[in-house]
Structure formats: C-alpha cells, structure tokens
C-alpha cells in the first residue's frame, strides 16, 4: 500500500513538474524575434520561387584569425542557436564560423508556398557566403544538416575544404522500407506537437532516458511555437521539410564526395524517422549508427570514423569534449 502511495505521489510530482515546465516555456512569433540568438544575427534578403525571403545568419569573427571558416549546419528540429559552444571554441582557435538557420528554421523565413529541396537549401548557403566573400569553407553538418552537408559538398566542391559529419540522418533510405507518408499527414502530426511530446521523444532519441537540465533549453525552444497564432504555419514547413528528407536520399552519392571526410558518430544513437510505422522487425533494423557510420566510412573516399562510445544524436550537447577534440584535430592537420 505504502509502495503503491509513493508511485502516485511521484506520478502527480512529474507531471506537475512537466505541466510547470511547458506553462513558463515562452510563446515566440514565426521569426523567433523575442528569442536571443548567442550572436548578433544578420539577415540575408534574396528572392526565390517568386517571393522575397529572408535567410538568417550569425558570423562569429575571431580575434586572432587563422584565415580558415567553418560553416555549421543545423538539424531538423534545431537551428543555428545550438551551436552557440561550438562557435565559442572555433572561434577562440582562430576560425571565422557562419551559422546560417536555413529557410523555414529558426528566425528564417517560413513561407506559406516552397518547392524545398536539398539542392535549394544548398544553393542558399553558397549565396550567403558568396555574399560574405567566402570562397573556401569547411562545412560541418548535424542531423538534417548531415544531408545538406553532404549535398553542399557534392554540389560546390571547390568551395568545401573538409566535410565534417555528426551523426547525420540519411545513412539510410528509409523510403525502401518505410511507406510513404503525404505532406497533409506530415502536417497533422506537427499540429498535434506538444512540449511533453517534444521533450518524450527527445528523452527517448536523443539522451536514453537520461535528461539533463542543460537540454531543456532546446525541447523548449522547439515548443515555443506551439501557441503562436503562426504555429500553423510552422508546422506546414516542418511538415515539407519532412517530405524532402524522405525523398531525397544522400546516400548513393557517397562515394563521389570529394572532400577529407569526418564521421563523429555517437553510438547511442538509434534515430530513423518513420519508425513509427513500420512492423517491429523492420523497426530494428532502422537507425543502427555504429553499423552505418562504418558503412559511410567505406562509401566516402578519404573518411575518418571518429565513434564516440555512450552517447546518443547530440555528441555536441550531450559530450562535448569528445566532439570537439576530434573535430579541431580534423580541422588542423
């Protein structure tokens, strides 16, 4: 009876504690506007698919440069705010460091109306660093950002000095096994988001059941659309976003990447979107990274596999020391 007390008082006290949590989670616009970036931000304004957009973007100048930049690129549910301990060290070893949000993330433009595409997101970034008189970079990709990473390298070759890869999503081409879901459903699921769901599958994906302070400031950030009147059309971008990862696989352009290649690939890590729908068989098989990084490093001439034992899709959050030991040791020799 005491034993059956004391699970449900501790049932009340968490979901309080995820109630009081998601009630002081602040609403923000479409743009972010209200949500301090770790940078000053910069707008690019340019013109695509008939519309004006706006591309946001932080250029961290070091004091001491060493001629050398860095572009970061963001994840699926993130944007260039995540980088902000990344820029610090990069920046403190003298390298110039872009982070750009792309288009529908973070205080970029999120239009009602975009065809998107890998090759679009891409081509954006060489506009902003053309726009910024960069002609050499190294391009450092996360997640979602691994898959624009790889197209970025694929598409300007003479720009990208080194590729760097942290536990990217499309080592694999969920679409042979996963069926295909329509934009519309994509849609309806971003609608139903809700702070507990975010910060659930965060704690499941992303950090094995062990959550730390230190993340809640990304699962709320996230969530802080959720309450806009603008929330909808958020979701609508999340939602052909997720349509452009599904169909536009990275991977059997592998080997005619060019650049020195870097794989940081967290251990832990299990991420495969469209899980959900596919039989359990199947399921396992899906988001198997220390298999898949090895497979990757087989597939991309000049590759170095860097694993990074017991930790999960955020080596840069979640072990910081082990993702940026490798990562500077790449960037200098």
Not at 118 to 137: E, H, P, R, S, Y
Not at 225 to 250: E, G, K
Request: hydrophobic share 40%.
């Amino acid at each position: 009876m005491k034993r059956t007390f004391f699970y449900l008082v501790l049932c009340c006290y968490c979901f309080c504690t995820t109630l009081v949590e998601a009630q002081l989670i602040a609403t923000q616009d479409i743009m972010l506007s209200s949500y301090k970036y770790p940078y000053p931000v910069h707008l690019l304004k340019f013109h695509a698919q008939g519309q004006p957009l706006e591309m946001a973007y932080m250029d961290i100048q070091p004091s001491r440069p060493n001629g050398q930049t860095v572009v970061l690129l963001h994840g699926k549910n993130f944007c260039g705010a995540y980088w902000d301990s990344t820029a610090a060290t990069l920046s403190n070893n003298g390298y110039r460091v872009i982070i750009p949000d792309q288009i529908g993330f973070g205080k970029s433009s999120k239009p009602a109306h975009l065809q998107y595409s890998f090759q679009f997101l891409a081509q954006n970034t060489k506009t902003l660093l053309d726009t910024l008189g960069i002609t050499k970079a190294a391009i450092l990709g996360h997640s979602m950002g691994g898959m624009l990473a790889v197209r970025f390298a694929l598409m300007y070759p003479d720009i990208t000095t080194k590729l760097i890869l942290e536990n990217p999503i499309g080592l694999e081409d969920w679409k042979v096994v996963v069926p295909y879901q329509s934009v519309d459903k994509w849609y309806q699921s971003e609608l139903k988001q809700t702070y507990e769901k975010i910060k659930q599958y965060q704690l499941e994906n992303y950090y094995a059941g062990q959550w730390k302070p230190d993340y809640d400031k990304w699962a709320s950030l996230q969530a802080s659309w959720i309450h806009s009147p603008d929330y909808a059309q958020v979701a609508w971008n999340a939602a052909l976003t997720y349509d452009m990862i599904f169909t536009q696989p990275v991977i059997y352009e592998f080997p005619n990447i060019q650049a020195p290649t870097l794989l940081i690939i967290g251990q832990r890590d299990r991420t495969a979107p469209g899980k959900a729908s596919v039989s359990p068989d199947i399921r396992k098989t899906m988001g198997n990274y220390p298999e898949l990084g090895k497979e990757a490093a087989k597939r991309i001439p000049h590759a170095t596999l860097v694993p990074i034992e017991g930790v999960g899709h955020l080596p840069h959050i979640e072990a910081y020391t082990k993702f940026i030991t490798p990562l500077l040791e790449f960037l200098q020799h």
